[in-house]
């Protein structure tokens, strides 16, 4: 008998099919009539016809099989796109999806997670056991969901990022920490000691006014330090500030939670005492 759940099911199946033709899927930037056999050792009169020649080569390339690759993945990763969109909108379409996708999975001895995003496994089985490849791809269809990007738009956003790889490396670098930065503002809220000595103060830059500098000192058996040496280049006090970051960002971190603490229970405590002075002088008002 020929029902909806029939439809639904035969739709699921051959969009699932369709996506994972690997006619459509760029194997590689070059024709695929070239061999290693079919290399010829190049005659190279000299470097500048070399050179040239390599450039001439690389532009026709990149402008050529490498930019039709590219469209022909982003065209499938669209049609990827498109097929989670479509699924994930109608309760139906996606059960009949995720068990169409375990039965790919099989067919295709493929080992995908169940738990994981829908999205996650339509890529997984469409491009088969290259983890990496698959990695990657997910990550930047992940972004573009995320982003709310429309199927159609989904060639332009990847090209616009760079390339899949770049959308990947955007997602997963974790921030840079200005680690002499946050020692600077942090070492510098405390005074240890003032030297005023005339032989270090010759080595200073008056027009560093304001400035970190390092100082050498050798520890004698008493507490005292004998100063040896000052450097003031920043590459050096950068180091300088890093190695302190290193030592004492926890400590810092675990003195500024405090003080944030202190500081919510400070304006709770401001709060309450408002609210018991307004009352009281209602109080008073009224009698």
């Known amino acids: 008998m020929h029902t909806a759940e029939n439809e639904y099911e035969n739709t699921v199946a051959d969009a699932i099919v369709a996506a994972t033709d690997f006619g459509l899927i760029p194997a590689a930037a070059e024709p695929d009539a070239i061999t290693d056999a079919d290399w010829t050792e190049p005659v190279i009169t000299s470097a500048h016809s070399?050179?040239?020649?390599l450039i001439k080569d690389e532009?026709?390339?990149?402008?050529?099989?490498?930019?039709?690759a590219n469209s022909r993945l982003y065209?499938?990763?669209q049609r990827v796109y498109h097929l989670y969109q479509l699924m994930s909108s109608d309760t139906v379409f996606n059960g009949h999806l995720v068990e169409e996708l375990a039965k790919q999975a099989k067919a295709r001895n493929l080992i995908i997670n169940p738990k994981s995003h829908t999205l996650n496994q339509i890529v997984q089985v469409v491009f088969g056991a290259d983890r990496r490849r698959s990695?990657?791809?997910?990550?930047?269809?992940?972004?573009?969901?995320s982003e709310k990007v429309k199927a159609k738009d989904i060639p332009q956003?990847?090209?616009?990022a760079g390339g899949v790889e770049e959308v990947r490396r955007s997602k997963c670098a974790k921030p840079r920490v200005d680690k002499a930065g946050i020692a600077k503002s942090n070492v510098t809220k405390t005074v240890l000691a003032s030297v005023t000595e005339p032989e270090i103060v010759k080595q200073l830059d008056?027009?560093?006014?304001?400035?970190q500098v390092v100082l050498i000192a050798t520890q004698g058996p008493n507490g005292s330090l004998e100063i040896n040496s000052v450097v003031n280049t920043e590459s050096a006090v950068n180091s300088a500030l890093v190695a302190?970051?290193?030592?004492?960002s926890e400590a810092w971190a675990k003195v500024a939670a405090d003080e944030a603490q202190a500081s919510a229970a400070q304006q709770q405590a401001d709060l309450m005492n408002r609210a018991i002075t307004e009352i009281a002088s209602q109080t008073d008002l009224a009698a």
Request: charge should be positive; proline fraction near 0%.
């Open 50 to 53: 070399a050179i040239e020649g």
């Open 59 to 68: 532009q026709e390339w990149f402008h050529g099989v490498h930019k039709a």
């Open 75 to 77: 065209a499938l990763l």
């Open 135 to 145: 990695s990657a791809y997910c990550v930047a269809l992940r972004v573009a969901l």
């Open 157 to 160: 956003f990847l090209r616009d």
């Open 206 to 211: 008056t027009g560093k006014i304001g400035h």
């Open 244 to 248: 302190i970051y290193n030592a004492q």
